[in-house]
């Protein structure tokens, strides 16, 4: 698709990104002269999806735009051009929660409670507003280099309730609440639930409700309570482990009633430790056996169609009230006996129950897979063999068809942020048959160089190395993005057909490297105009281009140069820093007495240091040297720029950047602060 010059009155300024429901842009509203993101529409998007995604784009432009609040992304405007929907949005220059967690896996504890509180203050004020936004992962959060927390993706945020106007729930199934994998209404506490699990993963590095599939990931949140964080890790302080289990309650009235009420508890959570009334996993009741069965029809929202089915309930003992014992011992050992014997036969009730759900959750699958074996079997298409097929490189499955050989337990794959949909019109014991496959094809990559990661539509397999041949893939538009290391990321948007197989080469190009640093280090790094949010010493991966850097810090003059890399070239920048307010007379003092004692006198081709602190006393350092006098003292040098360091004994050091002029005096006045 070429790129656009023009989206109602927004001028295209480049791509930013491209998802399931369109393009994001970088644009500029000519208007007021603001540079914002503006998310459209794909006028592509068609099928049964179609008309939900234009649905959920319509819904995220009304629910965000009445909401206006630090940690939420700001909507400015929405429109219609030419069947072209689009929404104007604040640019935000960050990374992912998600791509965060990628790279760390577990986040230092004062940052995880930074984060959940700014994450809890953006809930809690779309709560108190009445939007729900159903969809809480760390994909929907971006952090700015500042470190500011803002929500995203307001696409499926609804004003209380549950269901879409399709009748179906939405969400991502690791951080879906209970009441929403049942198609229960909804109230601010589901969102909580999500930011739970998000907790857990940041404390923990695992997310609290694993599966291969969408039934092992729906049947844990539904009924299992997850090891609690502090087990996984003992360095998680006691009071978050409680916090991040009330949280995860099962039942809602037993999660924070507000966000408002999570944020004061992870402020004074050192203070608590384990007295927060929290929901541990051991205090957990047992769900009530009507709650325990769950067969919910479910679809991925840009995949095919699958099934799940959850296992129904074995019986739930509950415990038996004792009797006041009896005056006599006889009857003690009676009442003893009675309860004995009730307890064994409940043993046994339990244990029968559980092993009759085991079977019938195990013919329950086996049906279903049967069935889907043989409706993939017959929508699968008969491609010809190719004449090249034996010289191709190996092939990587996308979506195997398992064959009725195999014994072991195949499951339905899906990404782990992956929205889906479930329908939760159907409460029955069985799920229907499938009746249609998505038509497949196939993708062959080649790359220059070789070892190239591919990602399709988000999702990667560790066999998805160049050069291989991606088989299965069901037809239709793949993101694909291309990535290694020492290399720039490109990505790619293919259209394939059923029965067709297309190739697609990429050529990276290798990257720039610059590293910066200061005297002194800490100076803040600009790269062509905008705040990177690195300190000195650091190190820029650049594309092959001309690129301005500027080093600051407070208290001192900026430093810039123009940086023009080739490709696969590493380049230094390390600018001595000059400090402000430097004073510089002219020549020598015009006071005749210290001209005729000398004192001022500048030796030919000079220039003149004049140190004077208070106290006096202070040793003098200059690149690294010390001087043979202390404060106050004149130093002739050479003309040059100069570190020099000023200490003594119970005072703060203090560190200045000067240049000294040939002929002129420069004067460093100092006061020194005790320590």
Known sequence: MSLLQTVGRYEIVGELGRGAMGVVYKAKDPTIGRTVALKTMRVDVNGLDGGEMLRRFQNEA??????????????????????????????????????LLLQRHILPTEEVVHLAREIGKGL??????????????????????????????????????SMTSTGQVLGTPNYMSPEQVKGRPLDGRSDLFSLGVILYEMLTGEKPFVGQNVTTIIYKIVNESPIAARDLDVTIHPGLSAIVARLLAKSPDERYKSGADLIHDLESYKLAGTTLHATTTAALPPPASHEKTLVLPMRVVAGSAVRVAAPEA?????????????????????????????????????????????????????????????????????????????????QAQLDP???????????????????????????????????????????????????????????????????FIAAHVPAGTHDLVFSKDGFVQQSRTVDL????????????????????????????????????????????????ASHHVTVRKTGYKEASTDANLTVGQTQSFSPILLSLDQHTEDGPSNNILRRLLGSDSIPEGKGLLHF??????????????????????????????????????????IHRNIQVQQGKIKNIDEILQKQ
């Not at 759900?357 to 086996?366: F, S, V």
């Open 62 to 99: 009304r629910a965000a735009g009445l909401l206006s609040h630090a940690n939420i992304v700001t909507i400015y405007d929405a429109g219609q051009q030419d069947g072209n929907f689009y929404i104007a949005m604040e640019l935000i220059e960050g990374t992912t929660l998600q791509e």
């Open 124 to 161: 809690d004020y779309a709560h108190a507003h009445g939007i729900i936004h159903r969809d809480v992962k760390p994909a929907n959060i971006m952090i700015t280099a500042r470190g500011a927390v803002k929500i995203m993706d307001f696409g499926i945020a609804k004003s209380g309730g």
């Open 314 to 394: 074995a019986t739930v003992m509950r415990p038996v009230p004792l009797q006041k014992q009896a005056g006599r011992s006889s009857h003690r050992n009676m009442i003893f006996a009675i309860l004995l014997a009730i307890v064994l036969l409940g043993t046994a009730m339990g244990s029968y129950a559980y092993y009759r759900t085991r079977i019938k959750m195990r013919q329950l699958e086996a049906e279903i897979k049967t069935d889907e074996m043989k409706a993939a079997q017959a929508a699968k298409p008969k491609a010809e063999p190719s004449p090249a097929a034996s010289t191709a490189p190996p």
């Open 401 to 467: 068809t398992p064959s009725p050989e195999v014994k072991q337990e195949t499951e339905n794959q899906i990404a782990p942020d992956t929205t889906v949909k479930v329908n939760s019109a159907h409460k029955g014991l069985k799920a229907s048959t499938p009746t249609i496959t998505a038509p497949q094809g196939e993708l062959s990559f080649t790359s220059q160089p070789d070892g190239v990661k591919v990602l399709i539509d988000g999702a990667g397999n560790p066999a998805w190395i160049t050069p």
């Open 497 to 544: 057909k059923a029965g067709r197989i297309i190739a697609v080469s990429v050529q990276l190009t290798a990257v720039s490297k610059l590293a910066v640093g200061s005297n002194p280090l800490g100076a803040s790094v600009w790269l062509d105009g905008k705040d990177t949010g690195l300190v000195t010493p650091t190190q820029l991966t650049l594309d092959q």
């Open 612 to 653: 004077r602190t208070v106290p006096e006393g202070a040793t003098i350092t200059m690149n690294g040297r010390v001087a043979p006098k202390k404060t106050n003292a004149r130093l002739p040098v050479e003309p040059g720029v100069y570190s020099i360091d000023l200490q003594m004994p119970g005072y703060r050091s």
